[in-house]
């Protein structure tokens, strides 16, 4: 089925390229809704956004404020959303007045946030005053939708890889998106199971925003989608989105997506000068070591390969990063981003010798080459 794209601004001020920023960092990167035609950042205002993101140019260009946008955009996009992954779980007033602003202006609003802004007496009364749409990414369905954990998880056949983490906003999304691009475009039927919601924004098919839910429903979600790909597809692989860390005290999320998933490996994705979980700062990041006992403790997976985000490391110091935790680990390692995704995919084809029957090497995507770190 063919998807036609909405255009889409996105509001992400002060955070692009940030950790607060992933949602629109994630979309610059990859949609397969929306066609983004620019991102609202006062700080980065005139440059491109892909640059801003240390990769190519992306001719997504960074507009001061909504005015300065609408002055530089041919048309009014379609869409306009709210780009930031805050702790906090109200927006300043500032924010709302934009967000009116927008819908005065004919454009749906496209929201990922704990506060519904369907929910909301003063947006709603615009939205139908404007003809517009809201859509909160992470509302959670009816009970009544919402599924228990039933076993069934246990009649998969394909192996399930998981893609954990040992912080949030550390890169899982991005490297279970680029390894299910990567494996598709080796032949091998891969499907993304998505568990938060800047994954659903881009397009996935299956899946559920887990931290929105009822604890007691978020494993059998995830067993459920996982099930819906499965039958629903046919593929060679399922891969599942991480969320947050086990190791993280803030989160459950992780331990979730363990239990309904039941993984037959797990990618670990790990930024390696990092020094603090983000938005605790008196909380030190854990050793990927650490992260690994525990996940392989607590679970009947093995970690079969380390993913590593670039962030706050030089282009130089990349490679020899990757080759310290190589020789520190024994695991295959990688940054997707920076290299691609080609030791992943000989790892998975490595453990599970009936993907291996369908790669050719010859078929593997080029390395990857970063503008900047």
Do not use: W
Request: hydrophobic share 45%.
């Amino acid at each position: 089925m063919t998807i036609t794209k909405k255009t889409a601004l996105i509001y992400c001020q002060d955070q692009f390229g940030l950790v607060d920023g992933k949602t629109a960092a994630a979309l610059v990167r990859h949609s397969e809704l929306y066609t983004i035609v620019g991102v609202i950042d006062s700080l980065s205002a005139g440059n491109d956004a892909g640059e801003i993101l240390g990769e190519a140019i992306s001719d997504i260009p960074i507009f001061s404020d909504f005015q300065d946008a609408l002055a530089h955009l041919s048309e009014t996009p379609h869409c306009y959303i709210y780009g930031k992954a805050p702790l906090d779980v109200c927006i300043p007033s500032d924010e709302r007045l934009l967000i009116l602003e927008a819908m005065e202006h004919g454009m749906n609003i496209i929201n990922g946030l704990h506060e519904f802004f369907s929910e909301d007496q003063e947006f709603v009364a615009a939205a139908v005053q404007n003809n517009v749409q809201i859509k909160d990414i992470r509302k959670s369905p009816n009970v009544k939708d919402l599924h228990v954990f039933s076993g069934r998880i246990y009649e998969i056949t394909v192996p399930v890889i998981a893609i954990l983490g040992t912080d949030c906003a550390c890169g899982k999304m991005t490297t279970a998106v680029e390894l299910n691009n990567a494996l598709n475009r080796l032949g091998i039927k891969s499907v993304f199971v998505a568990t938060g919601q800047t994954s659903l924004m881009q397009g996935a098919i299956y899946g559920a925003s887990i931290d929105a839910l009822i604890s007691q429903f978020v494993i059998g979600e995830i067993e459920n989608a996982v099930i819906q790909a499965f039958e629903q597809e046919k593929p060679d692989i399922i891969l599942v989105e991480g969320q947050s860390a086990v190791s993280h005290p803030a989160f459950m999320s992780s331990l979730g997506i363990l239990k309904g998933s039941m993984p037959d490996g797990i990618i670990l994705q790990h930024p390696p000068a990092r020094e603090f979980r983000c938005d605790f700062p008196a909380l030190l990041m854990p050793t990927i070591e650490s992260e690994i006992q525990l996940i392989e403790t607590i679970s009947s997976a093995r970690v079969l390969a380390i993913a590593l985000s670039h962030e706050n490391l030089a282009i130089e110091e990349i490679l020899s990063t990757i080759q310290q935790y190589e020789t520190q680990l024994n695991l295959p390692t990688t940054d997707v981003l920076s290299y691609g995704c080609k030791k992943l995919i000989q790892a998975l084809a490595v453990h599970f010798p009936k993907l291996s029957q369908k790669i050719k090497p010859e078929n593997f995507p080029e390395t990857r080459v970063l503008a900047k770190a």
